[in-house]
């Protein structure tokens, strides 16, 4: 019976480690995307059964046709692109959302997944990790105050392992449907800091990216919560905010932190503008550096005791002092007006704040600039 069961053991081993290399050995003759010499690009896709294939993403305003090769492999170069990270997929024979099997590079924002590449350069150099010290990542659970354990990603510079200093913290939120992964994945948060520090343009600092869903404890995966769809979920009815003193007070329990306003920042997206701003001006003695991306400034939900009298709480932050109130958003922004709305009311109660428009609308690629402004001038 040991010897039958010794051979099964082998038989099975061989079987799975077959099936564990083969992939090794698999090569596509397709390359796909090459970026060329003058900045453009060529996507390849190979299908030789296909009627037509597209390409859609933030490369173009319009979808784009690709041609087919004698040998079934469709083909697009496009004009030189300007330094930056880009996001495209394909659409064959009408079907959406098919990615480039050439490409092991995939992004995922809300729900979509989407392959990107990355044009050398200015920005591009900024999103790309380089020979530099880089910093750390953890995944971590906290009790933030209500009840369940809740994720949270946290970047530390290159030298924190090594040092026994004290640092400064950014709290960076994510929008409508995103996660404590967006930041990371899609917002380039780690390459951009560790390329801004290596660079002497931003102070090193650590950055705590939180999961503004209270519906769910983390990202799509990382939770029991089972293999639920990511959607546009999200949390505007004051219990992310009330419970963020609790994460504040955890941060500085657990990492060596400067406990001080003035060594405190935060900032976020859409909704996590909209939470900054709610949180910044409900806990005025926290932040002394306010980031409003593209910010959701009047979403929240009506009724929502933390939302109300809200002149009365902003004349008394900023009473309390300010050193950075930083407002950005894209001309073509949906959210355009309401921030309009927001700063003539901070003019004409003469309240100092920093505005940067860009080109664009409800981004990532301006959010990512954004946030490259935005620490730079932080902890000055």
């Not at 910010?295 to 929502?304: D, L, S, W």
């Not at 990532?364 to 946030?371: D, M, V």
């Amino acid at each position: 019976m040991t010897r039958i069961l010794a051979t099964l053991l082998m038989a099975i081993a061989a079987i799975t480690s077959t099936t564990a290399q083969q992939n090794l050995w698999q090569k596509d003759a397709t390359s796909s995307p090459v970026v060329n010499d003058d900045h453009s690009v060529t996507l390849r896709l190979y299908a030789p059964n296909a009627e037509s294939v597209i390409a859609e993403g933030d490369f173009t305003s319009e979808p784009q046709p690709l041609t087919r090769r004698d040998d079934g492999v469709w083909e697009l170069t496009t004009a030189p692109l300007p330094s930056e990270l880009y996001t495209y997929r394909f659409m064959v024979d009408g079907m959406r959302d098919v990615h480039d099997p050439a490409n092991s590079y995939l992004m995922r924002d809300v729900g979509s997944q989407m392959n990107y590449f990355i044009i050398p350069g200015e920005r591009g150099d900024l999103y790309t990790p380089q020979h530099v010290a880089h910093g750390s990542l953890s995944r971590v659970w906290t009790d933030a105050g209500d009840g369940r354990e809740r994720r949270m990603v946290v970047y530390t510079p290159a030298d924190y392992e090594d040092s026994r200093r004290k640092y400064p913290v950014l709290y960076l939120l994510h929008g409508m449907g995103g996660d404590e992964e967006a930041w990371l994945a899609t917002g380039r948060m780690a390459e951009i800091m560790d390329n801004l520090i290596a660079m002497g343009k931003a102070e090193p600092m650590i950055v705590v990216m939180t999961n503004g869903c209270m519906r769910h404890t983390a990202a799509p995966g990382y939770s029991d919560e089972g293999m639920w769809r990511p959607y546009m979920s999200g949390s505007m009815d004051g219990t992310f905010e009330a419970l963020f003193p609790g994460i504040v007070e955890w941060v500085d329990d657990h990492y060596r932190t400067i406990k001080r306003k003035e060594a405190r920042a935060i900032a976020g997206l859409s909704m996590g503008g909209f939470h900054t701003l709610q949180i910044s001006k409900e806990f005025p003695t926290l932040f002394d550096y306010v980031g409003l991306f593209s910010a959701a400034i009047f979403r929240g939900k009506e009724g929502v005791a933390l939302y109300e009298d809200t002149e009365a709480k902003l004349q008394h932050q900023f009473d309390m002092g300010v050193a950075l109130y930083w407002i950005a958003i894209g001309c073509d922004d949906f959210l355009y007006d309401e921030n309009a709305r927001y700063r003539a009311m901070l003019d004409e109660a003469g309240y100092a704040y920093t505005y940067c428009e860009s080109e664009g609308g409800h981004t990532w690629r301006n959010w990512r600039i954004y946030l490259t402004e935005f620490a730079m001038l932080l902890f000055k």
